[in-house]
């Protein structure tokens, strides 16, 4: 007899897109929000990007599940900090949180790719980039998800200055100015959905800067 | 709140791995439910048919059921799960009234704790085999969402389990609008449902209708 199989998958793709960008004393962080599964498309408007703490902004694809479980993780471990230290987590504190969540589940992965932006203690922008179990490095851009392949390289081309490709390694922030840089990743979600089925419908920007958090908006292609 | 779980499958020849592997079947199904928000709150549609295989074995489920008094649940997928996430609600909701606080759990809350309840038994690998549509009103505001038997949710204006994503979500894209009126939103669903009748092999043709509004619920069959 054989082995009996799982007739079921714990995980599901649910597709998308996200990117961050570091400036000199911003941070831009972007994702699509459309929501699939296979080759449907389940909503248009699901938001992939959570403000964690007033100066860290996550944005996460890959199972959408996992995502929400993995926010609400995050979300509550910062609550308690805050009782604790009377004070916000710094964003590469939250970076290092999220690495360890990350990698606590090792053996049953989060499967989500997540993309954490923000300012760090000196006020200039950092974006860190992770794995599935929580492998992460700092960089002055990344993007994560379906769409990553086609927007990667076109961020290297533009952003070779903060590139974690230059040796010796760099000031890990772009010379771009703010709107510059929102431009830019609008650019790279437009050319990305041409190509990528599973990112399109609307654009979700949050800008981080000293005078707070912003957001905009764009329509993507629905096609 | 325990979560109780089901008997495990036991089979001397699977191998045990470092998971236990729980497979599952679905034995008595139910198809599509399809959900659309309008005017004055929201619609649900389910047809009545539990299948047994490819047995259409029973004909009257009903699959549309209220929660507490602002929401509506509608289920696909294994109805003896349907009936035990029923009671876990109906626990929920009488904890809730016993606070006797002049709160109650609004459609919000009840998503909340459906796509915690699907993602926590799925982490166990021993998911509740259903595909869930949500629906309600709370002070004027309207919420309809879905989860599905993995834990993957999400809120739009229209939603709908199993065929109905395949052949309901095209129309309702196309002949959703703001500010349906009732006898507007029937008649779409009515749509919707015959769409899924003549090509979906395990629908029959009992329709539940159910409607929410700030009122109340009432369900048509």
């Not at chain 1, 203690?121 to 929580?134: H, L, M, P, R």
């Amino acid at each position: 007899m054989t082995k009996q199989q799982a007739n079921w998958s714990p995980y599901d793709n649910n597709g998308g897109t996200c990117v961050a960008v570091a400036g000199a004393d911003y941070c831009v962080i972007a994702a699509d929000t459309r929501m699939s599964t296979g080759y449907n498309i389940l909503t248009r408007d699901y938001s992939k990007i959570i403000e964690l703490a007033d100066r860290c902004v996550m944005a996460s694809s890959g199972f959408q599940a996992d995502v929400r479980a993995l926010q609400k993780v995050l979300a509550s471990r910062h609550l308690i900090y805050q009782h604790q230290h009377n004070k916000q987590m710094s964003c590469p504190a939250m970076g290092q949180l999220l690495s360890n969540t990350l990698y606590y589940k090792r053996f049953f992965p989060y499967y989500s790719f997540n993309v954490l932006g923000g300012l760090d203690s000196e006020g200039k922008g950092c974006v860190f980039t992770y794995d599935a179990v929580g492998s992460y490095e700092r960089v002055g851009y990344s993007s994560q998800g379906s769409g990553a392949t086609l927007i990667m390289p076109f961020l290297d081309n533009q952003l070779k200055s903060p590139s974690p490709l230059l040796l010796p390694a760099k000031d890990a922030v772009t010379p771009l100015s703010e709107s510059e840089a929102i431009d830019l990743v609008k650019t790279c979600f437009a050319s990305a959905t041409e190509r990528d089925i599973y990112t399109g419908d609307k654009l979700e920007i949050v800008i981080l800067n000293g005078s707070g958090i912003r957001r905009e908006e764009m329509d993507l292609r629905k096609d | 709140l325990q979560v109780m779980d089901s008997a495990p499958v036991e089979n001397s020849l699977m191998s045990s791995e470092s998971d236990i592997q729980r497979t599952q079947y679905p034995y008595v199904t139910g198809t599509s439910v399809v959900g659309i928000k309008y005017k004055d709150g929201i619609l649900l549609a389910a047809d009545m048919g539990g299948s047994y295989g490819s047995t259409i074995r029973y004909k009257s489920v009903e699959r549309l059921k209220p929660v507490g008094k602002h929401s509506l649940l509608g289920a696909s997928g294994e109805i003896s799960d349907f009936q035990e996430i029923m009671k876990y609600l109906d626990e929920l909701i009488l904890y809730d009234n016993m606070w006797d606080d002049g709160n109650s759990f609004g459609p919000k809350e009840v998503h909340n704790y459906l796509t915690r309840v699907m993602y926590n038994r799925r982490n166990k690998f021993n998911p509740l085999w259903n595909s869930l549509v949500l629906g309600g009103v709370k002070n004027g505001q309207k919420y309809l969402g879905s989860v599905s038997m993995i834990g993957v949710h999400y809120e739009d204006n229209h939603v709908a389990t199993g065929f109905g994503n395949h052949l309901a979500r095209p129309i309702l894209r196309d002949e959703w609008h703001e500010n349906l009126s009732y006898e507007e939103g029937v008649k779409l669903l009515e749509k919707c449902m015959r769409v899924l009748l003549y090509r979906d092999r395990s629908a029959v043709n009992k329709l539940q209708i159910a409607k929410i509004t700030e009122e109340g619920v009432t369900i048509s069959q």
